[in-house]
């Protein structure tokens, strides 16, 4: 959701709510740059919580919430907007997860968005490239999570292609290493399951091609060190590195054993799995040697939250893109939108619709409210709301897109009120914004040919009233039962709507 600028705080902060960490980094925007004044991270491991019923364990929450209350020293001083708090894997797979978000959002007093793993992959491309030597070929990013891992190729700041695999270190070693034991036979199982992943998406990594390979985990930046300790290297990945490693691994058989130079001890447990991972990784792509960088998601998630209000919103750019692809009639959008931003300016008070938010989210419903046309026109709202919920659309996160979804799927004939009633207090403004979004296209539904009339607007707690000028609606049929209509469908809400 759109906050106030981020250089008009003093200090701005990322929180990664990952399957293994969570992490925190605070930061000072300085001319386009950020200075990163703390980092904070716990090994909360998350992801080892989640049930055979994708249910997220007590146990696990906690150690989750008592790391947030540690984070929320820094976050609970500073201002809505200064705090952008993003959920991976594990909250993606958790079924139960609106109850930890919830919890976590009264620790941290700021909202927590749960981000795609395509989403997710961006961002991270965005923190490398941030923390990177700006070369002009291209490179594959590598990230390899608690619960997945991210492919990204990409040419300087931009990503050209974006993966995300359902392997990573926790689930790994739950599924393949559980009792700490380390076994030939036990390592080929998660090792050939990293491959099968990898078989979806090799073919067009090597398509695409790449002259530097980089990764952006705890778990490789291990691996360089170990192996830096040993003399192998200073510090980047090689294949040599990796077979070292694992036939290292063998000869210690438990996870208790390992005692590596650069292997923290809390994070022995995983690193097998993610060492074959990886030994996966290099194989299917044919790597030969891998670097290191510090900037990853965190990172990325401040540089996006400072690319919104600065030089470019993402997000403005991936509905651009969307409309196109749907073939949207960009003058009848604009002038939707234009109009429907008009009423909220004018009912906002009185409806509770102040916050930024409320006006882009109807802006971004007016310019895609059309997309389903290019499915079929009947019920091509459902199409529409259906391809919104369920694209990647870069810059928005879940929630983003599931709130636009429904403003799109209630924008003509019923209005499905317990879909809106899935976003608790939320839902009657987000109604609102619908009623709001649904008269500026009864409004325009002669699409721009003939000029329309200046109205009126009284809004009430349950109620809305919309003059015209004396006379224009007995002169315009359409229009007039056009809203005649809409007050039937009003009235299935329990919303009444006048128009004289």
Not at 123 to 140: C, E, F, Q
Request: contains cysteine; glycine residues 8%; proline residues 3%.
């Amino acid at each position: 959701m759109p906050q106030a600028p981020a250089e008009s705080f003093p200090l701005i902060a990322a929180i990664d709510l990952g399957s293994n960490s969570f992490h925190m980094v605070l930061a000072k925007a300085d001319n386009h740059e950020i200075r990163i004044l703390e980092r904070l991270g716990d090994k909360v491991q998350l992801a080892a919580g989640l049930d055979d019923e994708r249910q997220l364990s007590e146990e696990a929450m906690q150690r989750g919430l008592d790391c947030l209350r540690r984070f929320a020293q820094f976050t609970n001083s500073l201002p809505e907007g200064a705090v952008r708090i993003v959920g991976t894997n594990a909250l993606r797979e958790a079924r139960n997860r609106a109850v930890f978000i919830r919890r976590a959002e009264e620790i941290l007093g700021h909202q927590v968005e749960v981000i795609s793993g395509r989403e997710e992959a961006r961002l991270i491309y965005l923190g490398v490239s941030h923390s990177i030597a700006d070369t002009p070929g291209k490179r594959l990013v590598a990230d390899i999570g608690g619960g997945s891992t991210e492919f990204i190729i990409g040419q300087r700041f931009e990503p050209l292609l974006r993966e995300s695999l359902q392997m990573g270190c926790v689930s790994f070693t739950q599924r393949y290493f559980k009792d700490g034991k380390i076994t030939p036979a036990r390592y080929a199982q998660a090792y050939t399951a990293a491959r099968l992943e990898l078989m979806g998406i090799e073919q067009g990594l090597r398509r695409l091609g790449w002259e530097d390979a980089v990764g952006a985990s705890g778990t490789i930046k291990a691996i360089g060190l170990a192996t830096k300790a040993a003399g192998l290297g200073n510090g980047e990945v090689t294949a040599e590195g990796l077979a070292w490693l694992k036939r290292k691994l063998f000869k210690l058989g438990e996870v208790e054993k390992i005692d590596l130079d650069g292997i923290k001890p809390d994070r022995r447990s995983i690193f097998p799995a993610g060492l074959a991972i990886l030994e996966a990784i290099f194989d299917a792509c044919d790597i030969q040697r891998m670097s290191h960088s510090e900037g990853a998601l965190r990172e990325g998630v401040l540089y996006d939250l400072l690319g919104r209000h600065q030089h470019e919103d993402v997000r403005e750019r991936t509905l651009a893109a969307f409309m196109e692809r749907y073939h949207v009639d960009t003058d009848q959008a604009a002038r939707v939108e234009a109009k429907a931003l008009s009423a909220l300016d004018k009912v906002a008070a009185d409806w509770g619709l102040n916050d930024d938010w409320h006006r882009e989210l109807l802006s971004w419903g007016a310019k895609v409210h059309e997309v389903g046309l290019d499915i079929a026109h009947y019920q091509y709202h459902k199409h529409g709301a259906y391809l919104i919920e369920h694209s990647d659309l870069a810059g928005f996160s879940r929630q983003d897109q599931q709130m636009l979804a429904l403003l799109v799927r209630g924008h003509r004939r019923n209005i499905p009120r317990d879909k809106f009633a899935e976003f608790g207090e939320e839902g009657v403004k987000l109604i609102r914004l619908c009623v709001l979004l649904r008269f500026a296209i009864l409004f325009h539904h002669i699409r721009g040919t003939q000029d329309m009339p200046q109205v009126q607007f009284a809004a009430g707690e349950n109620s809305l009233e919309i003059q015209f000028p004396d006379g224009w609606l007995a002169a315009n049929p359409l229009t007039q039962a056009d809203f005649e209509a809409e007050a039937e469908w009003l009235k299935r809400i329990d919303l009444t709507l006048s128009v004289r």
